[in-house]
C-alpha cells in the first residue's frame, strides 16, 4: 500500500481527489493539506511515498515545492493549466492530471505511480545484492545476474541447463554442464541430487522414498549416488 498525500489550494478540488483516493484499495491516504508548507510539515515527520500535488497555489507553488524537496516522493501534479506539463517532467513527475480529469484517468495514473515503485524496488534490491551472491549466466544472446539467493533448482537437458528461481515466471536456459554449475555453486547453499539436478537445501521441504519435494512444489528423483550426501544432511538439521 502507498502512503500518499493530497495538495490542493481549492477545498472542492482536494475534496475530489481525497475521494478518489479513498477508492483505491492500494492507496492510503495520510494528509489532505490547502497548502504546500502544510504539506511539507507532514513530510518533514512521516514517510510518504507519493504526493498529488496542485501547480497554480499561492505562496508557495507546486513546481516551486517540488524542487526545494531535498529527497522527494513520487510526484503527480494536478492542475487546470496544461501549458505546466513540460514543466512538471523536468521534475521528473510520474503523472500529470488536467483538471477536469475522471477516476478512470485517476485510475490509469495510480497504475503508472505502482508501476514506477515496483521499477525503484528492483532498482535498490539489485543495489543490495553482494557481488559474490551472483552468477552470470549466458542466456537469449546476453548475461544475465542471477542472485544465488532467488535459485531453487537447477536441471539438466543435454548440453543445456534450466534454472529455476522464485522472481521469474519460467526457467533460464544456459548452455553449461552440470559439474560447472555444481563448482560454482556454494555447497552450503546448494546440494546435487542427482546427475541432472542441483537444489537449494532452503527450500527442501520434504524427502521420502528416493523423491524430494520443493517449496514450489516441484518433486525431483534423489540418484542412489547422491542419497548418502543428502541423509547426512538431514541428518544434521533433523530434531530426531
Known amino acids: ?40 510539515h507532514i513530510l518533514d515527520r512521516d514517510e510518504i511515498d507519493a504526493i498529488f500535488c496542485d501547480i497554480n497555489m499561492p505562496d508557495l507553488n507546486g513546481l516551486e515545492f517540488v524542487r ?18 513540460i514543466e512538471g517532467f523536468k521534475v521528473e513527475a510520474v503523472d500529470y ?16 505511480l505502482s508501476a514506477r515503485v515496483e521499477l525503484q524496488k528492483r532498482a535498490k534490491a539489485a543495489d543490495e545484492v553482494d557481488p559474490e551472491d551472483v552468477i552470470y549466466v549466458r542466456a537469449d544472446r546476453m548475461d544475465i545476474s542471477v542472485p544465488l539467493s532467488t535459485i531453487r533448482a537447477v536441471l539438466g537437458m543435454g548440453e543445456y541447463l534450466r534454472i529455476y528461481t522464485t522472481d521469474r515466471p519460467r526457467p533460464i ?10 563448482e560454482r555453486l556454494p555447497s552450503d547453499r546448494f546440494m546435487r541430487i542427482h546427475r541432472s539436478s542441483i537444489v537449494a537445501l532452503s527450500h527442501i521441504r520434504k524427502v521420502a522414498k528416493g523423491r524430494l519435494l ?11 549416488n547422491y542419497r548418502p550426501s543428502l541423509d547426512t544432511w538431514m541428518n544434521q538439521h533433523s530434531l530426531s
Open 214 to 224: 520443493l517449496s514450489d512444489g516441484m518433486e525431483l528423483s534423489v540418484g542412489d
Open 173 to 182: 536456459v544456459t548452455l553449461a554442464t552440470m559439474k560447472s554449475m555444481e
Open 97 to 112: 492530471l488536467l483538471k477536469p480529469y475522471t477516476f478512470k484517468e485517476f485510475s490509469q495514473t495510480v497504475e503508472r
Open 1 to 40: 500500500m502507498l502512503r500518499v498525500i493530497a495538495i490542493d489550494d481549492e477545498p472542492l478540488a482536494l475534496r475530489q481527489i481525497v475521494s478518489y483516493i479513498n477508492k483505491v484499495p492500494s492507496l492510503q491516504l495520510v494528509a489532505q493539506c490547502l497548502s504546500a508548507i502544510e504539506a511539507q
Open 68 to 85: 526545494m524537496l531535498q529527497n522527494p516522493p513520487l510526484v503527480v501534479f494536478t492542475t487546470a493549466y496544461s501549458e505546466y506539463a
